[in-house]
């Protein structure tokens, strides 16, 4: 399986996607010489993935999924928190064909009911303390073969993760895909109505990561990244996940949803040099009383997205930490930031 190539000595740079494509190939291909590096790291928990063990988990979780019969195509929600095991899903299913549908873990039941009926999902893989929100209409779902539980050993009457991954042969066998196959969904926030699948393609993941990760945000290997945006976030996808590993960057994941104690905990005990916002979150920080000073941080270059960052909050953050914000404007559709100004 090919892998894509960029040419950053133009501008905008030059991708290059083959037709022979997997992007979860491309991502952990990039970073077969780094197998001792840190990946991902939990901040709840410590819990820690090198990419040796990411490639080889995933592996794992696309031979399992092919294993339980899910075919080439077919739907996968990824219900999940912010942990290491919700890239291994990801990446595993895209490494088998399959297509996981990212939902947003702060939805109703009902929200998860419709989603999984309008992408006619063949399984769902969720997080143990979401499990009760799908209960009620899973016995409503006859074409949801499986139901995976990620964060347990046992997960009786269903599947467990950790269980599948453990099994499951870890020979590579990347499928066969094209760079215009369908690679995974993720939902509109539904503010005009219903939300809508956007289907997103193969060759999708890798374009934000060398337009905008790389020649914009200016990412690269030594970077250590915290997104608050959650990975089931176009904006989170791209900023804990897409960019640092198209670099093989080191990302920060926080489960539950952050407050200010919570974002300046990371940003103290883990120094990430990458910090990825929203202008609410900005506003919250340098209104904690309680906040570190400048020389606390590591920051070096912060990104702004899914509303206007007003420009007081902007030129605060830079007098108080140092460090410039890019205000970008993205979209669910586009997949990342596609409008921003630069450092």
Known sequence: MQTSRADHGSTPPQVEI?????AAHDLLARNAGRAGKLAFIDASDGTRLSYGELAEQAHRFANALRALGIPRESRVMLAMLDTPEWPVAFLGSILAGVVPVAANTLLTPKDFEFMLRDSRARALIVSQPLLPQFEACLGRMPGLDHVIVAGAEQANPH?????????ASATPNVADTCSDDACFWLYSSGSTGTPKGTVHLHSHLLQTAELYGRAVLGIRESDVVYSAAKLFFAYGLGNALTFPMSVGATAVLLPRRPTPADVFGVLKQHQPTVFCGVPTLFAGLLA??????????AVRVCTSAGEALPAE???RWTQEYGSEILDGIGSTEMLHIFLSNQP
Do not use: M, Q
């Open 18 to 22: 083959p037709r022979d494509y997997n």
């Open 313 to 315: 909050i902007g030129k």
């Open 288 to 297: 904690d009383g309680t906040r570190p000073a400048r020389a606390d941080l």
């Open 159 to 167: 599947l467990s993760l950790r269980t599948l991954v453990r099994e």
